[in-house]
């Protein structure tokens, strides 16, 4: 339900061609599967580059418009963001709920079922209607794909957490890798990710 209504929202705002900041530069390195200024962007401009072949028939104003392309995949990595989001708040709200005694839900599950959703979905379309996600989401840049990755890897270790398998934390180990090929950024996930492992390592 999040990944749905933001990505309308989102497809209803996109920026119709370039804009400000980096998007000419960004807009032809997709087009043409190019290489953009440090660090490259590699996955994204690879992913950029596909909805670029995809909506080729695009056109603004009689001409080529691939930017509208990458806005349009932008838009896809916001709502994918706020779709892990969503799944994030509503599984540890389900978990929070049924480990405690709740007086608010007591022993209604379904009661309980219709929080953790109403929570995860609020929270998610909180997060991506906020003005630096959403503004993000509808133009020309690798942000939006920095946040899917941000919340992928925090879904990932929470399910970890949950049930830890080697499986889960290699998988998580390398979307947070593959996260980097975008935006260094990420690396301020390093902190809270190595104590979560270290507490569940302990146990």
């Known amino acids: 339900v999040a990944t749905l209504v933001t990505f309308g929202v989102y497809f209803y705002t996109l920026g119709p061609s370039v804009g400000l900041e980096d998007s000419g530069e960004l807009a032809t ?12 962007y590699p996955f994204w401009t ?3 580059w596909i909805f670029c072949k995809m909506f080729s028939f695009v056109t603004y104003m009689g001409y080529p418009n691939p930017a509208w392309a990458v806005s349009c995949c932008s838009a896809f990595f916001g709502a994918l963001a706020a779709g892990c989001t969503a799944m994030l708040i509503s599984r ?18 379904k009661l309980a079922d219709w929080f953790s959703f109403a929570g995860g979905v609020g929270g998610a379309l909180a997060f991506a209607f906020s003005p630096v ?4 989401s509808t133009i020309v840049e690798i942000y939006s794909l920095n946040s899917l990755f941000l919340m992928l890897v925090f ?8 049930r830890p398998t080697d499986k889960t934390l290699w998988f ?3 979307v947070f890798g ?3 090929t975008n935006y260094q950024v990420l690396l301020f996930a390093v902190v ?8 569940i390592m302990k146990k």
């Open 29 to 40: 390195a997709s087009a043409h599967l190019g290489v953009p200024h440090p660090p490259g």
């Open 46 to 48: 690879f992913c950029t």
């Open 92 to 109: 540890s709200a389900s978990d929070f709920i049924f480990k405690s005694d709740s007086l608010l839900c007591g022993n209604d599950s």
């Open 133 to 136: 996600e959403w503004s993000q």
């Open 155 to 162: 879904l990932l270790s929470y399910r970890w957490m949950c």
């Open 172 to 174: 998580a180990a390398f």
């Open 178 to 180: 593959l996260g980097l």
């Open 192 to 199: 809270p990710l190595g104590i979560i492992i270290c507490l």
